[in-house]
């Protein structure tokens, strides 16, 4: 592991102590709040109903969600209402689309630190009348309550086993370990009346729709092969969905002996310093690099790419989105909620997932199984090199 700065210490220190709050508050205060709500008739979605989304994390997540918020839009017409609850980690893919009415931001370390903040977030959300407030969080409380104390006339989010949360809710839908977070998200959609059949394909989503459509970039045709390897997972504290970054390097070393072009990408200086690790093992730079750079920096190289390789991050669900072939590795995560779709129409994809018997071990995000990683230390070079090339020998476009 690269060094971890202060400032990614102390932003992890602030997320514990909001974890720590938000259950030790939130359950009983949920448990509390649903004690005294009534049992409304539900009443679907019709043009001009007003909606608050509330989705605090994470980056993937919230990319899955852009069709449903686009289907939402459809649903309630120019004369209805859409507004989200969002945080400083996905915010940036929310604030200005064009199916989002307002966007309110809210700080997780401000439900400890200043309160009176979500307080004045939350009289605006009461003045917008809402019909009904969406929770799309798996098992964070503080959405839960903020759904409450919106004024929302109907409330519906995840009944998720021993998180506590739905007791904030009059519609529930239960979140469930055999089914795609994409389709989860669509479930609960569907219990304000949206039909499935509203909703589009994830997979390639991005290229038609959304904050990247307008990004340049494609794959350059006739040209050696350009393969992202992105071997982060979202920061320090995510290195147990790390493939180790010596395999990363060696990866590197075999394409590229193969003739194929070889790309990295990563953000903060965790991501950077394994970046940097991968071109060590290599002996040279990559082609390209996007490193700090912006999301539609980001968007674009991977629209040029013929191959992205990561773990389970905001990265891969972006990859997929717009269309890209994946090698997608899963140590502790269970590609049956977070994978690539394999059965996306057009879809290329390799999932590999390790050879231990205790993978995978998250259903949520957080409860890792162990102290370690030894399920992404499973995962052979060879394995990831053969799938790469099995991709590349199917074609490219």
């Given amino acids: 592991m690269g060094a971890v700065s202060e400032d990614s210490l102390r932003k992890g ?25 009534g049992r409304p008739e539900r009443v679907p979605l019709t043009a001009g109903s007003r909606i608050l989304v509330l989705k605090f994390s994470a980056l993937g997540d919230t990319l899955l969600l852009l069709p449903i918020l686009k289907a939402l839009r459809s649903k309630i ?35 400890v630190r200043a309160p009176w903040k979500v307080a004045a977030q939350v009289r605006q959300m009461r003045a917008a009348r809402l019909d009904w407030a969406l929770d799309f969080d798996q098992w964070l409380r503080a959405p839960a309550v903020l759904a409450w104390a919106s004024g929302a006339r109907l409330r519906a989010g ?77 920061g320090a504290r995510a290195w147990q969905r790390e493939w180790p970054v010596e395999r990363f390097g060696e990866l590197a070393r075999r394409l590229r002996g193969r003739g194929m072009r070889i790309a990295l990408s990563g ?3 965790h991501e950077e310093d394994l970046c940097a690790s991968v071109e060590r093992a290599l002996g040279a730079p990559g082609e390209e690099r996007c ?40 140590g502790p995560t269970s590609p049956t909620i977070w994978g690539p779709r394999a059965d996306a129409v057009g879809a290329v994809a390799e999932v590999l997932s390790p050879e231990t018997d205790c993978a995978p071990c998250l259903t949520l995000g957080f409860e890792y199984g162990c102290a370690g990683r030894a399920c992404m230390d499973s995962i052979a070079v060879d394995v990831v090199e053969r799938a790469c090339v099995k991709i590349l020998g199917v074609g490219r476009g």
């Fill in 13 to 37: 220190r602030d997320r514990e102590g909001f974890k720590a709050v938000d259950r030790r508050l939130g359950v009983p205060l949920l448990r509390l709040l649903g004690a005294f709500q």
């Fill in 77 to 111: 017409g120019p004369s209805g209402r859409l507004e989200v609850v969002a945080t400083p980690v996905n915010a940036i893919l929310l604030e200005g689309l064009p199916w989002v009415d307002r966007v309110h931001l809210v700080r997780p370390a401000d439900f």
């Fill in 267 to 269: 953000a903060g200086a």
């Fill in 291 to 330: 490193l700090g750079r912006s999301l539609a920096d980001l968007a674009g190289l991977l629209k040029r790419s013929d191959l992205v390789v990561c773990g389970n991050t905001g990265v891969m669900h972006l990859a997929a989105g717009l269309g890209r072939p994946l090698v997608a590795l899963h």
């Fill in 158 to 234: 995840f009944e998720t086993e021993g998180e506590a949360k739905h007791a904030a809710f009059h519609f529930r839908c239960g979140h469930r370990r055999d089914r795609h977070e994409f389709e989860q998200f669509v479930a609960l959609a569907g219990l304000a009346g949206l039909e499935s059949a509203d909703v589009e394909p994830y997979h390639g989503f991005l290229l038609r729709e959304g904050p990247f459509a307008a990004v340049g970039g494609a794959p350059t045709l006739g040209a050696a092969p350009l393969v992202v390897l992105h071997p982060g997972a979202g």
